[in-house]
């Protein structure tokens, strides 16, 4: 099938973006790699009048750093950030989510931008931004904002950008120094979406877990935090963590659903002992980190 007719529309400034989403509000909709909304749109299950190409808004791209903060611009491509080494040093749960993402061609045109935006509740980067605390940056014609990941996945597909506006960055903390992360998930086959999945990243001074984020994917409606095993961690001796008991008390937080793929039950069984690998990893890199 052929998507519905539609005007394209191809500004090169952000404030040109801007100006078109509010011009033509919900009948406009941001293109940026097209990985999800082409297929959507071709299959006729979303229509837009108007799409707005970011594709030549140079200044949408870019990986920099402000304030203890790596900043990417919307429009940055998965690939760019996975080859980017300074990501691997600087925030590397990002850099170990990236290659779990579809498949090195989907990488090639998919933008971290766009992965937010979606908030595809399977989906691996709205699960690193909410376990590392990310701030989304987000442009309309009345200025900039910024909002924690936490108040940003609003639901299934549902974030905190309005219409008129226009997500253009995604701030991820630098943590210090004897820190560790790990991403891990499972999907039947590579390059599949993943029926779960989990980040972990842990920090210890001492060798006493100073800093704890646990988030789940496909465990529920938005990436689910793990609150309550993150508490109980700190003070924790890094060296004997006992990871299969965390792992237990942090998928009490997820609300799985069953589908097509894994029934609820599978989901939560599966995310059990992806949260122990993933503790685990963390755990040892954070003590060979110290
Ligand atoms: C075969 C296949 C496998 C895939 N597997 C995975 C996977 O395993 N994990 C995964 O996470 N993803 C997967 N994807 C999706 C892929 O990662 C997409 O790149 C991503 O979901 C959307 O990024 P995009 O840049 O292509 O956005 P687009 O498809 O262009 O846009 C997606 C949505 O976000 C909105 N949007 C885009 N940019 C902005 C912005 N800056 N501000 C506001 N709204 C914006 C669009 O309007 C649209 O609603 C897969 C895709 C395919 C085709």
Known sequence: MKPAPFEYHAPETIADAVGLLAQHGDDAKPLAGGQSLVPLLSLRLTRFDHLVDLNKIGALSGISRDNGHVVIGAMTRHRAVELDPSIATSVPMLAAAMPWIGHFQIRNRGTIGGSIAHADPAAELPAVAAALDAELEITSKSGVRRVAAADFFQ???????????????????????????????????????????????LEATGGKITRAAIAFMGMGPVPVRATDAEKALLGVSIASLDAAAVARVAVGATDPTGDVHASAANRTKIATHLAEQALTRAASNAAANA
């Open 155 to 201: 639901g299934t597909f549902m974030t905190a950008i309005d219409t008129g506006e226009l997500l253009t960055a995604a701030r991820f903390p630098v943590w210090g120094k004897g820190s560790g992360f790990a991403f891990t998930e499972f999907a039947r086959r590579s390059g599949d979406f993943a029926i779960a999945g989990v980040g972990v990243g």
